[in-house]
């Protein structure tokens, strides 16, 4: 399938070029937002009537991962408002062009930070807390208040959005299974951006900021930075930039030889697998120990959360891939031959959403009506009823899901493993045996 | 400034002081009663205050588990308190005074601490004269062994009672009854004829001649509400929160030792009969109305009336005795 430029439509480009349609998105989404960190803060302590839990975890995260990731990759992050008073506070202004003069300290971040290893580190701090986070409304809104304020503070130290890119717990998978998905922000013609002087869509220009993601469009090749804040369209002199229509993992044809990355799709991955036991398991102990922070039971349990994401699904692969013969080292084969893990670990995030989001979407209601849970039945729905939501189309769901992504990660191992010069039968095997469990904790 | 980002930077600051705002004006004009189990705090407030004939509205949630609320010494029924839910309940009060407002549901090891007062102020119509309760005006040591030193050998009948007792001087009259164990009318029973079986289905007649099927059937729905828990649905003891309780007993710096200390925190076992047959109604309307200083035995004075306890004490000597159908 060729590419299809979206913006070649008038309409597209028109409301992606003006600042005011992303900005009215921004600015719901920022009163959504502090809305949610005030009902977890002082709404009712009971989860599944709160607001912030009930529109974080359950309604925001079937958009996000059912339909936002795997269909527009980092489309979230287009309209994510945690970073936008901080990127205000750092440039001084909300439309008008930045001053030549940073306002703030404007730092580099160093080096060493440069990666998504904060992003792993930061992902994993939430996941060991999710059984708690998931279920009390008051540790939800001091997380969103922390993520808001963190973004803050890094806007006001470093250039550009350092939180988005290097801390987000969020972010760091949304960009790794946005190679996924099937739209992309790409330049057209590479000598114009190699000719164009002064690259005002890194630099900013009078006609926008510089590219908040410190991406240069002009060597773009894969979606995993790229926050698709647009501005590039904005600065762009050239029209040289263009949304794209594409095959799902066209990114993932050329597998990325990061270490961070390649261990970001361990954590996804093991994490996915770990919750489905957890929280939709029929293991009372286990769930007990997720739950009770700080027990020793807990600490039990972060210690064999760490040793499968860290220890045991890395050393298979490891083993699977050790006697495979290729003159390309090990590292980096671990590191592109892990790219195969992406659809399959997208796949298991839906595949374990769709169960959860089901059997919760009816609290939707009744939080909708009374959000702050002071008895209010604002649109005639707060006493509805809890009710899991298509039930029986849901284990048929689920394996196709489980089944698909198995299948869609076969085709990514054989690609990837071309790329190597290695086989992909134990790669597949492993995500054969990695579905099999996953079938067996969600059916 | 420009005017465009003069005008956004004002929508913004209304749209973010808005989304703080609203939210804290409406929360804070709209004072709501949380319940959570006891070891969370009980009832929160936990002391209102109301006037005499004025309605008091009150908005009740349940910040955890299902919860009851009803109000001592008042004929309502109890609501369900729901989790993340709003129950709304109007009361009116005709007499000053302090009443308990309390938990009817089972929320927890402390169910019973979850108590709250509600203090109403007013002139009385008339001031009403205090009568004792009928173990102070006997005397009586509540917290003193009153074992039966002779129990009988099967469940004594009140069917077959009735027939031996139409030839003996028993006494059936009321202040009888409640002021002694069957233990003591049993051992006070004239020199007869009748077998330790036959004077025990006497006694039997004589417990069941003092109470109604209404009255029974009434002890049993207050029972299974609020002393089941405890003291099981059977009466043995092995309520849901027994176990519980012991292992709270245990766990607890009690004063006492061994196995008195254990005592301390294990449910009355109602189906005992050396422990029944030796307790007389006062004593047991004195456990009830006072509770039992320190065994987790709470105290019910202040929620159950007068008539409640006496057909509560009724149900609990029908687990010794068998009482026509």
């Given at each position: 399938m060729a590419k299809i430029e979206?913006?070649?439509?008038p309409f597209i480009k028109n409301a992606l070029k003006s600042r005011y349609p992303q900005l009215a998105v921004f600015i719901i989404m920022l009163v959504g937002y502090i809305f949610a960190i005030l009902a977890g803060l002082i709404?009712?302590?009971?989860g599944s009537h709160n607001f912030s839990i009930v529109f974080v975890w359950i309604a925001w995260w079937a958009i996000l991962i059912l339909v936002a990731v795997p269909f527009f990759g980092r489309g979230w992050c287009a309209v994510c408002p945690i970073p936008l008073p901080g990127e205000w506070l750092q440039r001084g202004a909300v439309l008008s062009p930045p001053d030549?003069?940073?306002?703030?300290?404007?730092?580099?971040?160093?080096k060493m930070f440069r990666n998504i290893w904060l992003q792993n580190i930061s992902f994993l701090l939430l996941a060991l807390f999710s059984s708690v986070l998931l279920t009390t409304p008051s540790i939800t809104g001091i997380v969103l208040t922390t993520m808001l304020f963190a973004a803050i503070g890094l806007s006001t130290i470093f250039e550009r959005r350092a939180f988005c890119r290097y801390l987000c717990p969020v972010g760091g998978f949304i960009g790794l299974y946005?190679?996924?998905?099937p739209i992309e922000l790409r330049i057209n013609d590479k000598h114009v951006c190699v000719t164009c002087e002064g690259k005002p869509c890194y630099n900013g220009s009078s006609a926008g900021y510089g590219c908040l993601w410190d991406v240069f469009p002009g060597g773009?090749?894969?979606?995993?930075?790229?926050?698709?804040?647009?501005e590039c369209i904005r600065t762009c002199p050239h029209d040289n930039i263009a949304v794209n229509l594409r095959p799902?993992?066209?990114?993932?044809?050329?597998?990325?030889?990061?270490m961070d990355e390649a261990f970001k799709a361990f954590i996804m991955l093991g994490s996915a697998m770990i919750y489905a036991g957890v929280l939709?398991?029929?293991w009372g102990a286990l769930k007990d120990a997720a739950y009770n922070v700080g027990s020793s039971a807990w600490f039990v349990y972060v210690f064999i959360f760490l040793a499968i994401i860290f220890g045991i699904l890395p050393c298979i692969f490891t083993l699977g891939i050790v006697?495979?013969?290729?003159?390309?080292p090990l590292k980096h084969r671990f590191a592109s031959l892990s790219s195969t893990l992406i659809p399959l670990g997208l796949m298991f995030w839906v595949a374990f959403s769709l169960s959860f989001v089901l059997t919760n979407a009816s609290y939707i209601l009744a939080a909708l009506s009374d959000p702050l849970g002071l008895g209010w039945n604002l649109f005639g729905t707060a006493n509805t009823a809890w009710q899991p939501m298509l039930t029986s189309i849901l284990a048929p769901a689920q394996t196709l899901a489980l089944v698909g992504g198995l299948i869609w990660s076969a085709r990514t191992a054989q690609k990837a493993s071309n790329e190597v010069k290695v086989s992909s039968t134990p790669v597949i095997a492993y995500c054969f045996v990695l579905t099999s469990i996953m079938l067996w904790l969600l059916l | 400034m420009k005017r465009p980002e003069l005008l956004t930077r004002i929508l913004i600051t209304v749209a973010i002081v808005g989304a703080v705002g609203a939210p804290l004006y409406v929360w804070s004009h709209s004072p709501l009663i949380h319940a959570q189990m006891s070891e969370n705090g009980?009832?929160?407030?936990?002391i209102l205050r109301a006037e005499v004939g004025k309605p008091l509205h009150l908005k009740l949630t349940s910040d955890d588990v299902m919860h009851g609320f009803a109000v001592g010494q008042m004929n309502m029924d109890a609501v369900d308190v729901e989790p993340g839910k709003v129950t709304e309940v109007t009361l009116t009060f005709d007499k000053p005074g302090i009443y308990t407002f309390f938990c009817?549901?089972?929320?927890?090891?402390?169910?019973?601490?979850m108590r709250g007062t509600i203090e109403v102020s007013g002139s009385p119509s008339e001031p009403e004269p205090a009568t004792l309760p009928l173990y102070v005006t006997l005397n009586l040591?509540?917290?003193a062994p009153h074992d039966a030193r002779v129990i009988p050998s099967g469940q004594p009948s009140a069917m077959r009672g009735q027939e031996l007792a139409t030839d003996l001087p028993v006494d059936l009259s009321a202040e009888y009854y409640r002021s002694h164990s069957p233990y003591q009318v049993f051992r006070d029973m004239?020199?007869?004829?009748?077998?330790d079986s036959q004077r025990w289905d006497v006694v039997a007649y004589l417990w069941q001649s003092n109470t109604t099927k209404e009255s029974l059937i009434n002890g049993q729905k207050l029972y299974a509400q609020n002393?089941?828990?405890?003291?099981g649905e059977n009466g043995?003891?092995?309520?849901?929160f027994a176990d519980d309780l012991k292992a709270a007993g245990d766990a607890s710096a009690q004063t006492m030792t061994g196995a008195q200390a254990m005592k301390m925190q294990t449910p009355a076992n109602f189906t005992d009969p050396t422990r029944m047959l030796g307790a007389s109604p006062a004593l047991l309307q004195g456990k009830i109305l006072r509770g039992g200083m320190g065994t987790?035995?709470?105290?019910?004075g202040s929620i159950f009336t007068e008539d409640q306890i006496r057909d509560l004490v009724a149900y609990i000597y029908s687990f010794q005795f068998k009482y026509p159908k």
């Open positions: 979206l913006t070649r439509t709404g009712t302590p009971v030549k003069k940073p306002k703030w300290l404007n730092l580099r971040v160093p946005s190679q996924a998905a773009l090749t894969k979606n995993t930075y790229c926050g698709l804040c647009m799902f993992s066209a990114d993932l044809a050329k597998p990325s030889t990061r939709l398991g029929p006697r495979t013969k290729s003159s390309i | 009980g009832w929160s407030p936990d009817t549901r089972w929320c927890g090891l402390n169910h019973w601490r040591d509540i917290d004239p020199n007869t004829a009748l077998t002393c089941a828990a405890c003291h043995a003891g092995d309520g849901v987790g035995m709470p105290m019910w």
